[in-house]
Each structure stands twice: as structure tokens, then as C-alpha cells.
């Protein structure tokens, strides 16, 4: 098995911890909750301070 990054590095050079999640492949109830709620994540609007 590869080795997985157990953290990356964003545009704004910001270091963030990262998780894996393993899902069997016969599991797919919890495979398609996990990526619909991944998907609501990555497109939710995104909360800007105003100065």
C-alpha cells in the first residue's frame, strides 16, 4: 500500500492535518453518505470577513 501525506500545505502556505477514510467497496450506503456530504462540504459558500 502507498504511503498516504498525513498533512498538506495550502495556497497560503497554511499546514492542515489530513484524514484518511477507508470504505469497503461492497459498503456503498456509506460510501455514496460520505461523498454526497464531501461534495456539500467542498461547495458550501464560503464565509468572508469584511474589513
Not at 502507498?2 to 484524514?19: C, F, M, S, W
Not at 470504505?23 to 454526497?36: E, I, S, T, W
Request: positive net charge; glycine residues 0%.
Amino acid at each position: 500500500m502507498a504511503t498516504l501525506t498525513k498533512e498538506y500545505t495550502d495556497i497560503k502556505d497554511i499546514r492542515h492535518n489530513v484524514e484518511h477514510l477507508m470504505v469497503p467497496a461492497n459498503d456503498k450506503r456509506h460510501r455514496d453518505q460520505l461523498l454526497d456530504e464531501l461534495f456539500h462540504a467542498l461547495i458550501k459558500p464560503k464565509k468572508h470577513n469584511q474589513a
